[in-house]
């Protein structure tokens, strides 16, 4: 029996059907199961929708990715399944949009390699915030994740979504960062409010009222960022080459010294934020563990 979709689409055959059972699904994860529901369709290219508002990735599509995907679908003839959200209004009302929530280098991999056949999808149905946690925790688990600083500003995003707010710990289950941090979040959201600030989005920036214009800081690609890391990791370890570690006190002592208290306690936070410590003090980084996913109403994959 095929599954209706209000806003296009085409019937699954019981072999279609069954392929898509037997996909590995390491991305599609979806909200609340009691409050949402999510159903299967093969779609057209044609009928997704692509909305800047349920993007994440600072650089936006990997070719490199697109090209392997793509070369995994000419030979294996299927991916895994993309994430679309039947779009309603703020009355619950279809708007007849089926927005992708996951799944662009996928997308792309098929308009690539398959244009004139169907993309196989689970659509989610639910409201607007509903469909950025999936959004946000289904990009967060794929192949090719979100960096830190991607996750950072996605929750930093669910937290100023506006209506009523999203509890800590899904906004921590769907970025993968810490129920402390996105509590941290919603006190600086509160401040900033109160303050009639308005948010950049970018919580790099967001989290101080003091920091300098993007301008000075201009944009890396991941590689590049890495690369530069990588150069400034090998200088410290020349200046500090020759300290007695064996002395840890006395090596961050000296660390404070050159750098400063505050901003010593500001790179600190930043690669531990918030539960990271508390992790730290039971031996395990715990923090960012989710439970396993569970299987959507209509999708067994």
Same mark, same amino acid.
């Given at each position: 029996?095929?599954?209706?979709?209000?806003?296009?689409?085409?019937?699954?055959?019981?072999?279609?059907?069954?392929?898509?059972?037997?996909?590995?699904?390491?991305?599609?994860?979806?909200?609340?199961?009691?409050?949402?529901?999510?159903?299967?369709?093969?779609?057209?290219?044609?009928?997704?929708?692509?909305?800047?508002?349920?993007?994440?990735?600072?650089?936006?599509?990997?070719?490199?990715? $697109?090209?392997?995907?793509?070369?995994?679908?000419?030979?294996?003839?299927?991916?895994?399944?993309?994430?679309?959200?039947?779009?309603?209004?703020?009355?619950?009302?279809?708007?007849?949009?089926?927005?992708?929530?996951?799944?662009?280098?996928?997308?792309?991999?098929?308009?690539?390699?398959?244009?004139?056949?169907?993309?196989?999808?689970?659509?989610?149905?639910?409201?607007?915030?509903?469909?950025?946690?999936?959004?946000?925790?289904?990009?967060?688990?794929?192949?090719?994740?979100?960096?830190?600083?991607?996750?950072?500003?996605?929750?930093?995003?669910?937290?100023?979504?506006?209506?009523?707010?999203?509890? $800590?710990?899904?906004?921590?289950?769907?970025?993968?960062?810490?129920?402390?941090?996105?509590?941290?979040?919603?006190?600086?959201?509160?401040?900033?409010?109160?303050?009639?600030?308005?948010?950049?989005?970018?919580?790099?920036?967001?989290?101080?009222?003091?920091?300098?214009?993007?301008?000075?800081?201009?944009?890396?690609?991941?590689?590049?960022?890495?690369?530069?890391?990588?150069?400034?990791?090998?200088?410290?370890?020349?200046?500090?080459?020759?300290?007695?570690?064996?002395?840890?006190?006395?090596?961050?002592?000296?660390?404070?010294?050159?750098?400063?208290?505050?901003?010593?306690?500001?790179?600190?936070?930043?690669?531990?934020?918030?539960?990271?410590?508390?992790?730290?003090?039971?031996?395990?980084?715990?923090?960012?563990?989710?439970?396993?996913?569970?299987?959507?109403?209509?999708?067994?994959?």
């Amino acid at each position: 029996m095929a599954l209706a979709l209000p806003g296009g689409g085409f019937p699954i055959s019981a072999e279609e059907r069954n392929q898509m059972q037997n996909a590995t699904t390491t991305s599609g994860a979806q909200p609340d199961q009691s409050q949402t529901r999510t159903t299967c369709r093969f779609l057209w290219p044609r009928d997704i929708t692509s909305d800047p508002e349920f993007r994440f990735r600072h650089t936006g599509t990997d070719r490199g990715h $697109v090209r392997g995907l793509a070369q995994t679908l000419r030979t294996s003839g299927e991916l895994d399944p993309v994430l679309v959200w039947q779009e309603i209004d703020p009355t619950g009302q279809p708007t007849g949009r089926l927005v992708l929530l996951d799944g662009h280098h996928r997308l792309a991999a098929y308009a690539t390699a398959k244009p004139r056949e169907g993309v196989p999808a689970a659509v989610f149905h639910g409201d607007r915030a509903g469909a950025m946690l999936a959004a946000v925790r289904a990009n967060s688990r794929e192949q090719l994740p979100l960096t830190k600083n991607e996750r950072m500003d996605a929750a930093w995003r669910l937290v100023r979504l506006p209506g009523e707010r999203l509890k $800590v710990k899904d906004i921590a289950g769907a970025s993968g960062v810490g129920p402390r941090s996105v509590d941290n979040m919603r006190k600086r959201w509160k401040a900033m409010i109160a303050a009639g600030k308005e948010a950049t989005g970018e919580w790099w920036r967001d989290r101080h009222d003091d920091l300098p214009e993007r301008k000075d800081r201009p944009e890396m690609t991941d590689a590049e960022r890495r690369a530069h890391i990588e150069q400034i990791a090998t200088r410290i370890r020349e200046a500090l080459g020759k300290m007695p570690w064996q002395d840890e006190e006395i090596a961050a002592e000296a660390i404070q010294l050159a750098v400063g208290t505050a901003k010593l306690r500001s790179m600190a936070e930043w690669l531990f934020f918030g539960d990271e410590f508390e992790a730290a003090e039971t031996g395990s980084f715990a923090g960012n563990l989710r439970e396993p996913d569970t299987a959507p109403d209509d999708c067994d994959f």
